[in-house]
Structure formats: C-alpha cells, structure tokens
C-alpha cells in the first residue's frame, strides 16, 4: 500500500539545488512523486511510497540540501498520485 504525502517547504531552497537533492534521495529510495519551485519562493514536494521509505525521504527534505536552509515543513496527507518515477519542476 502507498502512503502519499503533500509538503510546502519553505526557507532558502530555491537555487541551492534543493530540488535535486530532494529527486536524488527519493529516487535512492524509491519515492515517486516531485519537487517543484512556487512563484512565491517556497517549494512544494509530493512523496508517494511505501510508509518507511517516504518517511526516510520527510527526513532529508526536513534536513535540506547542504546550501539550503529549511525554515519550515507542513505535511499533508494525499491520496495516491498518478506519478512515474520523481520529476523536478
């Protein structure tokens, strides 16, 4: 069964290769979902997955990329996406 989350990441994490990162960890780990940069400079992350391996992924999200800096995270739960492996937009 998929657990399936919706997070707005907000802080320094637009230009600092968030996003990258965020595909790179959810990958590895094999998350499906995306990373996506919001006009207002936050980013917003879908995770689906099995329960352990999305909560692996909440963690390094939560964390940020090295040149990040993450104020804040709020999750929500989703339903299950129609995602095929991870994008970043």
């Not at 999305?54 to 939560?62: E, F, L, M, R």
Request: proline letters at 3%; glycine letters at 12%.
């Amino acid at each position: 069964m998929n657990h399936c989350v919706a997070g707005l990441v907000r802080g320094k994490v637009q230009g600092v290769f968030f996003r990258r990162y965020v595909q790179d960890i959810a990958e590895a780990a094999g998350v499906r979902g995306y990373a996506r940069n919001l006009p207002d400079g936050d980013v917003e992350v879908l995770l689906c997955g099995a329960e352990p391996d999305v909560h692996q992924v909440q963690k390094a999200v939560a964390c940020g990329s090295p040149s990040a800096r993450v104020a804040s995270v709020t999750w929500r739960a989703v339903e299950d996406c129609e995602c095929v492996g991870f994008s970043v937009g």
